[in-house]
């Protein structure tokens, strides 16, 4: 008894001078609508359990990791693989943040269908958006931290991107690498952003949310027909919990709980089973063949750019970012009062259809092509025999070129190689011998130009290799303003040069005018 009594004491003592108790029993027991304590509530809760537990594992990565281009790929292997079950601490926190990227987002899809950013929690919403572009920013900057080969070149094509930005963009470049390429500085720029700046924003952000939730009270369940209007909304809602609510605690926190404890057990099985994620090869600034592989939230993005037509690149990624920004904090300014239920709202139904298809659309494509092609025919694997069992020396010379230059990691030949670019199994009935050289010497589309890469006999074998491209019984393409004029030398039909294709001018002395060659 005695115990108790000090404790008491202490505890009077305290609560005295803070005053915490009054806010903690308002908040528990606070009353929420009978038919909200429900599984479709958890959402939120469970997103604010997942940012505990990153910060946690955080902390403890922090304090091994080292944020030096030198030595954070050492320092990560350390933790792998020397460091007891550091293993386990850096799965739980990459499994934890996948986690939490999916969380927060059903969290802002369940809040939209069920009308919760209407009048009056605006401003719940708002907050919110920016909680779920923080989670992302937190989710990049983990994947650069790990500082592999992945990590790398994603990081030069975000920065890229972000250099393209009207007026600033040199100075944004300047500010997240520490100079204007890759450097020393730059990871102790992002582990600033990742392990400080970010989930301070986050923890602040996160407080002043669930302060509004516990101020303006959880939306009630969404029920046809009853319209949300400023001038009575507050009454009616405060009438609802009096007459059909529920304290906070117990009746709605369990199910937060389990849901909170399930999913924090599922981050455990996962971290446990699969492991964490990298760090993969050694970030290697000198090798340029390779295909960055962002997470699989980033995904989409990625796919999206690579299948654009590259003029439509640049106004795309100024303004749609803006733009979805924008309209998504403009929801509740723009539908603040009416129809909660999403029986009746079928536009806001169908976004969210229309979006999960082109987003589950994107990242499945991105899961092999156009971005990540599949790579089945590498250098090493023999072309098939029926590509050159009767071709010339010079054919056969192109068909190795072909090989060496490993055409085929992007173009598929019989049914084996990359997608990012198209088959070639009929390419030469498709394009002329002038339009194999340009694609090849200059590029185009996807495809990069080559003409630095190889040597003239080179280019000469592998056109000629291209041209035996074609199907049984067809032929190869011709220029048909060639093919017409030598129809015409055989008919013995004499055409003055003024009215054929491209003829050349009176005393150009040039045998070739097509502005295209």
């Not at 849901?259 to 057990?265: D, E, L, V």
């Not at 099985?269 to 993969?280: D, H, Q, R, T």
Request: some cysteine; charged content about 15%; hydrophobic content about 45%.
């Amino acid at each position: 008894m005695r115990g108790l009594d000090k404790a008491k004491k202490v505890y009077d003592w305290l609560e005295f001078r803070v005053g915490f108790e009054k806010p903690v029993k308002e908040a528990a027991l606070h009353p929420v609508p009978r038919n909200t304590a429900s599984w479709w509530y958890v959402f939120g809760s469970a997103a604010f359990t997942l940012l505990m537990l990153q910060v946690f594992t955080g902390i403890l990565l922090a304090l091994i990791y080292v944020p030096s281009a030198g030595q954070a790929w050492q320092s990560l292997n350390f933790i792998n693989h020397d460091l007891t079950l550091g293993w386990f601490v850096r799965a739980v926190h990459n499994w934890g943040s996948n986690f939490m990227v999916a969380i927060v987002l059903i969290h802002m899809v369940q809040v939209f269908l069920f009308g919760a950013y209407k009048f009056p929690r605006e401003l719940t919403w708002m907050v919110g958006v920016f909680l779920l572009l923080l989670t992302l920013g937190m989710a990049f900057t983990g994947q650069v931290l790990r500082f592999d080969q992945d990590a790398y070149w994603g990081l030069g094509i975000g920065v890229s991107i972000t250099g393209r930005v009207p007026f600033i963009g040199g100075q944004l470049v300047h500010l997240l690498l520490g100079g204007p390429i890759i450097g020393g500085a730059t990871l102790s720029h992002f582990f600033d952003l990742h392990v400080f700046i970010m989930p301070a924003a986050l923890l602040g952000l996160a407080g002043l949310h669930v302060w509004m939730v516990l101020r303006l009270g959880i939306n009630e369940w969404p029920m046809p027909g009853r319209m949300v209007k400023r001038t009575t909304y507050m009454k009616e809602y405060h009438e609802l919990t009096h007459t059909d609510g529920v304290p906070f605690v117990p009746v709605a926190l369990w199910k937060d709980i389990v849901f909170s404890g399930a999913i924090i057990a599922a981050v455990l099985v996962c971290a446990a089973i699969l492991g964490p994620k990298g760090p993969g090869g050694a970030p290697n600034p000198t090798y340029i063949r390779t295909a960055p592989k962002p997470d699989f939230f980033f995904l989409w993005i990625y796919t999206a750019l690579a299948m654009l037509p590259p003029w439509m690149e640049t106004p795309l990624l100024l303004t749609a970012p803006i733009i979805g920004i924008v309209g998504l904090l403009s929801v509740p300014l723009i539908a603040s009062e009416g129809e909660k239920s999403w029986h009746r709202r079928p536009v806001a139904v169908l976004t969210v259809a229309l979006v999960a298809v082109a987003w589950g659309t994107l990242t499945h494509l991105g899961t092999y092509e156009p971005w990540s092609p599949h790579m089945n025919a590498w250098s090493k694997d023999t072309m098939p025999v029926k590509f050159v069992h009767q071709d010339s020396p010079l054919e056969r010379r192109g068909a190795v070129v072909f090989q060496e230059k490993q055409c085929r990691n992007c173009h598929e030949i019989a049914g084996e190689g990359g997608h990012r670019g198209p088959a070639l199994d009929d390419v030469a009935t498709n394009m002329t011998q002038d339009q194999l050289i340009r694609q090849v010497l200059q590029g185009g589309g996807n495809m990069p130009a080559y003409g630095k890469n190889l040597t003239p006999p080179q280019v000469k074998a592998l056109i000629a290799f291209l041209e035996t491209l074609h199907g049984p019984n067809q032929k190869p393409a011709m220029d048909a303003s060639q093919h017409f004029d030598e129809s015409l030398v055989h008919t013995g039909v004499t055409v003055p040069a003024q009215t054929m294709p491209f003829a050349p001018p009176a005393g150009s002395g040039s045998q070739n005018s097509d502005p295209m060659k």
